[in-house]
């Protein structure tokens, strides 16, 4: 359907593979008639693309980038039944907002992070 990982002069490359669906799929706990193999790869690529951005990476993938691309997998799949980003409220607290900051995925990746001056 979608070609997997393909990179322009603006992308990075990806040094590392990331996690093969299956294992994602059993830790986000998430069956494939919710969420089928081709939609789970697509997030995984953009998430890894993502985290390469962000991220310095080796050959192979440290476990704390693993288990931030399986955190940052389990948060974009629980969001698409919310679009508009709002939970429905009650009549005491009302709507909320969805959070955009994730302290874990954020303590995981921090070591990693790239530094950029200027």
């Known amino acids: 359907m979608y070609p997997r990982l393909t990179t322009t002069p603006t992308t990075p490359t ?4 990331p996690p093969p669906t ?7 706990k998430v069956p494939a ?8 790869a697509q997030v995984v690529d953009a998430e890894a693309l993502l985290q390469a951005r962000l991220c310095t990476t080796g050959e192979t993938l440290s476990s704390d980038l693993v288990q931030a691309i399986y955190r940052r997998v389990a948060r ?6 919310i679009p508009l980003g709002m ?3 009650d009549s005491e607290f009302g709507t909320a907002r969805l959070s955009r900051f994730d302290a874990e995925i954020e303590r995981l990746e921090g070591p990693n992070r790239k530094l950029v001056f200027g």
């Open 22 to 28: 299956s294992d994602v799929r059993e830790w986000i």
């Open 87 to 89: 939970l429905g409220g």
């Open 33 to 40: 008639t919710v969420l089928s193999d081709d939609q789970l």
């Open 76 to 81: 974009t799949v629980a969001a698409r039944g």
């Open 14 to 17: 990806l040094r590392a593979s």
